[in-house]
T-cell receptor
């Protein structure tokens, strides 16, 4: 079945550092790919998405590119802020499917 | 616009009691999802509905769990009888079925079974 594997956390960085959180997936056909973010005490919020190969999703300085050849959707940000501290989830929905399959989440802490 | 609304935000009850969690999806959304989040198992899909009809309940852990969606603006997740291992954060999410639409999550219900 479909699955998502994320870089294990926790990840701790200093403010203004470069961020990469790795995400790879297994799926048949052409899934849609998502990054969600969860701040403490809140539900998940969509951060960005990409629906076809080579698409780049971007939002709030975060980017991720849908790479079908490497089945990856790595999350990047050039300069992180303390306010980016949260748990980040990579997810996919199979072609024509509504269910989301989530990775295990990566906890990110940014120190001032 | 109002997001997905869940109630209660916190619930503490004793083992064996019935627990009912409630969810109001975003108006106009016709898909609704119930998730459970724990440290050990991460985020698990329990059940989802399209147009108020349950489509996939394969994630419901056992017969003690049941979910209903009597109309487009309300859903419940019930646990009876509750057990300590049911302690978790339960999320409701909704989405539109048109195209590839993201799911919008509520803030969750933190459930503690003593």
């Amino acid at each position: 079945g479909d699955s998502v594997t994320q870089m294990e956390g926790p990840v701790t960085l200093s403010e203004e550092a470069f961020l990469t959180i790795n995400c790879t997936y297994t799926a048949t056909g052409y899934p849609s790919l998502f990054w969600y973010v969860q701040y403490p005490g809140e539900g998940l919020q969509l951060l960005l998405k990409a629906t076809k190969a080579d698409d780049k999703g971007s939002n709030k300085g975060f980017e991720a590119t849908y790479r079908k050849e490497t089945t990856s959707f790595h999350l990047e940000k050039g300069s992180v802020q303390v306010s980016d501290s949260a748990v980040y989830f990579c997810a996919l929905s199979g072609q024509g499917a509504q269910k989301l399959v989530f990775g295990q989440g990566t906890r990110l802490t940014i120190n001032p | 616009d109002a997001g997905v609304i869940q109630s209660p935000r916190h619930e503490v009850t004793e083992m064996g009691q019935e627990v009912t969690l409630r969810c109001k999806p975003i108006s106009g959304h016709n898909s609704l999802f119930w998730y459970r989040q724990t440290m050990m198992r991460g985020l698990e899909l329990l059940i989802y509905f399209n147009n108020n009809v349950p489509i996939d309940d394969s994630g419901m852990p056992e017969d003690r769990f049941s979910a209903k969606m009597p109309n487009a603006s309300f859903s419940t997740l019930k646990i009876q009888p509750s057990e300590p291992r049911d302690s978790a954060v339960y999320f409701c999410a909704s989405s539109s079925r048109t195209g590839v639409q993201p799911q919008h999550f509520g803030d969750g219900t933190r459930l503690s079974i003593l």
